[in-house]
């Protein structure tokens, strides 16, 4: 009897135990469970987003998992997998490289999970269900928009400008939108004489910055400098980034720009803590504001939906091709933010705190 006794005690233990693991009761006790997958946590905006998820989705019940590939693509799959053999329903990816994760999106598939791309288009499967992003297109025409206002172009000034190019990651589809939407804008400008690209680097190809990464795009800067502008000044650079356009400022500043001679015209995305800081000390003219509080709350309503088997929310379906078909997808709006506008957009909006900025 005391062995029986001591077995049921153990028993009793175990199961307590593997509730505790579970986050403090059984599945019962969640309405679903979401595996979340970041690119990097070196770029704070993807952690307030992992964090905006969680937040959001433990609010209403979910229980959640948050994992960071460190820019690895190896690492992201192998966390992937990991919440697939732990019992997601869901998965809310924003991919490392797009294009590497058919494998493991396979093996979702058969175990009945709803894929979400995060930002960053899932490219070459068809098992994607739902993409949630931004306008990229039309941020690259932002960032294009805000070159011309900062050149005086759209008040009648003719130039001739020179004009640098950067695009960001080759291995982020995103990249390509942001790049294509920039160009309609100046590509004509290009043709006319207007702007001038000294360098003659155009196109992704040559442009892309690896990784997003700011050394790479400092260093290039400072390549361009040597070659192409002992003798000119360059008047504008479209940076696709804050994080790149940090990198390029710092190129910039160690040509003598900002001080011996006034600073380009640089553009920016994504309203960065470093990058409004930027726009506040005058050198950054300008980034594009994705409050990915939104986009997070997007993502949520889909989810929601799918849980209650309601219509769900897309307002998109004809845009965002992965090469195996087209991706619905639920895109956000995006605000232009230099210094006439920052306080308001930025602080006003929650976006970020005052306290987080040094300004006169």
């Known amino acids: 009897m005391k062995k029986v006794l001591a077995l049921i005690l153990a028993l009793v233990l175990v199961l307590g135990l593997a509730a505790c693991g579970a986050g403090g009761g059984g599945d019962d006790d969640y309405v679903g469970f979401v595996g979340i997958a970041m690119p990097t946590q070196s770029s704070p905006r993807w952690v307030g987003d992992g964090n905006s998820l969680v937040e959001q989705l433990e609010a209403l019940g979910y229980r959640t998992i948050l994992q960071f590939g460190e820019d690895v693509v190896a690492d992201q799959i192998a966390q992937i997998e990991g919440m697939i053999a732990q019992g997601v329903d869901y998965l809310v990816i924003g991919a490392i490289d797009g294009s590497a994760l058919s494998g493991v999106l396979a093996q979702a598939d058969a175990e009945d999970i709803t894929v979400i791309a995060y930002d960053r288009l899932i490219m070459d499967t068809p098992h994607v269900s739902y993409y949630t992003t931004f306008d990229n297109f039309a941020v690259g025409v932002m960032q294009a928009n805000s070159l011309l206002l900062g050149l005086g172009i759209n008040d009648g000034a003719t130039g001739p400008f020179n004009i640098e190019l950067f695009g960001g990651s080759p291995d982020d589809n995103n990249a390509f939108f942001f790049y294509d939407g920039a160009m309609t804008v100046l590509q004509p400008l290009i043709d006319d004489g207007t702007l001038v690209v000294r360098s003659g680097q155009i196109g992704m190809d040559v442009v892309g910055t690896l990784g997003w990464a700011a050394e790479r795009a400092q260093s290039r800067m400072e390549d361009l400098l040597t070659a192409h502008y002992a003798d000119a000044r360059v008047d504008a650079v479209l940076s696709p980034y804050d994080g790149l356009s940090i990198g390029i400022i710092s190129a910039l500043r160690g040509a003598g720009y900002g001080s011996a001679q006034p600073w380009p015209i640089v553009s920016g995305q994504d309203a960065t803590i470093a990058g409004v800081q930027s726009i506040i000390n005058g050198e950054q003219f300008a980034t594009v504001l994705k409050d990915t509080r939104d986009l997070a709350a997007a993502t949520v309503r889909i989810i929601e939906a799918i849980r209650n088997g309601n219509p769900v929310p897309v307002n998109n379906t004809d845009t965002y091709d992965n090469n195996v ?23 006003g909006s929650g976006f970020h705190s005052a306290d987080e900025f040094t300004f006169d």
Request: hydrophobic letters at 50%.
């Open 325 to 347: 078909f087209i991706v619905p997808s639920y895109l956000l709006y995006i605000v232009h933010v230099d210094q006439s506008n920052w306080y308001e957009e930025v602080v």
